[in-house]
């Protein structure tokens, strides 16, 4: 995701040359206008001025996607720290950090920020700040944090998140930012996507065309035989495979590993430690296979959902399920795969209509059957 100040589009470049040094801002905005480059940018910049800024994220997969990023684009001095919320919480309060569920005990933070006082030059950029909670940003301002936020409330993949609104009340004193146009999708993909928006006005469509998305209805290996197709027609393409289980991804990755090992697919889940399933070369062409929790933030050229069959059960018109095909459907650069095993389509999916979801049952066949994607 690398790019520079000067590969910035004009809208992109002028929301980041319009933001001061100072003060809190939150810039808002559909998938694909580019809020992950800017949160970097903004960070790059701000240390240039001589200050240490931290990059905070909720994923740790999209943590190490930034962090690559910003390795590539300086400074070297490391004035710029890239941190899951989590860790940069647990490193500010010290050892004994207080927990309550998935996050902390945020009245017990807060009494420690009091006694603290505000922290001088504390200067954070958060990405993808919808899935962080309320609590959090009212811990920025209790310590005199300058923070910019890139955040957009439709795209929640968490219990615990926070609205625009919410972000910026919490902060106080914060100027609002809006993106626009879509860069990420094509045309085609971003009208599947709109079918899952659920805010009152569907983001812009862009003009770059390309393939329709399709859904698959997967024999037993049908997915693996999918991907191996799809890596082997595209060497050079990143296919990311968003799954909603980590049995699955596993189960493929075992039959991709025995049948194409050439493909040496990477896996990452957020239970790893350390080692091969916890730290990814982002950089490499290739599958990779996530769980829907960590793929907010990341783009792929290729995206399959291999398993939409688990959500049959859930109500179509559910907006935390929607938000979550909104998610998923906008990882996509040039091409999007969605699969199902069963004899029916998941209802979600069931509902679009042909134009915008084509139907592999449409589609010409291989000797195994496969789709002649």
């Known amino acids: 995701m690398t790019l520079t100040y000067l590969d910035l589009t004009p809208d992109q470049r002028g929301c980041l040359d319009g933001l001061p040094f100072d003060g809190n801002h939150l810039i808002s905005g559909p998938p694909g206008t580019g809020k992950s480059l800017l949160a970097v940018q903004r960070a790059v910049l701000l240390a240039l001025t001589g200050t240490p800024v931290v990059l905070l994220t909720y994923s740790n997969l999209l943590r190490q996607s930034l962090a690559e990023a910003v390795h590539a684009l300086g400074p070297g001095d490391r004035s710029v720290r890239v941190m ?38 504390l200067t954070l950029v958060v990405d993808e700040g919808q899935d962080l909670p309320p609590e959090f940003y009212t811990l920025c301002r209790m310590l005199g944090a300058r923070t910019t936020v890139c955040a957009d409330q439709y795209q929640r993949l968490t219990d615990t998140n926070s609205t625009v609104e919410e972000i910026s009340g919490r902060l106080g004193h914060c100027a609002r930012h809006e993106l626009a146009d879509n860069h990420r999708n094509t045309a085609q993909i971003a009208a599947l996507a709109a079918h899952f928006h659920t805010g009152t006005t569907p983001p812009v469509l862009p003009d770059r065309q390309g393939p329709p998305p399709r ?25 990311g ?72 059960a859930e109500d179509p018109t559910s907006a935390t399920l929607r938000m979550a095909y909104y998610v998923l459907a906008t990882r996509a650069h040039r091409e999007l ?34 789709p002649l994607v």
Request: proline share 8%; charged share 25%.
């Open 241 to 312: 495979v968003i799954t909603n289980s980590k049995h699955t991804q596993f189960s493929l990755l075992y039959s991709l590993s025995r049948r194409a090992p050439r493909l040496k697919p990477q896996l990452y889940t957020s239970d790893a430690r350390g080692g091969q399933y916890r730290n990814l070369d982002l950089g490499r062409p290739g599958i990779v296979l996530v769980h829907r929790r960590s793929a907010k933030g990341l783009g792929f050229d290729t995206v399959v959902v291999p398993d939409t069959h688990s959500d049959a």
């Open 215 to 239: 859904l698959h209805r997967f024999h037993e290996r049908g997915a693996a035989d999918l991907l191996i197709l799809l890596a082997e027609r595209h060497p050079r393409r990143s296919i």
């Open 337 to 370: 795969h969605l699969g199902y095993e069963g004899d029916h389509e998941p209802p979600v999916l069931a509902r679009v209509p042909r134009g915008d979801l084509l139907r592999d049952d449409a589609l010409p066949r291989g000797s195994a059957g496969t």
């Open 84 to 121: 899951t919320a989590h860790a940069w919480l647990a490193e500010w309060y010290g050892p004994g950090a207080p927990r309550s569920g998935d996050w902390y005990d945020w009245p017990a933070l807060w009494d420690r920020a009091a006694d603290t006082g505000p922290v001088p030059g």
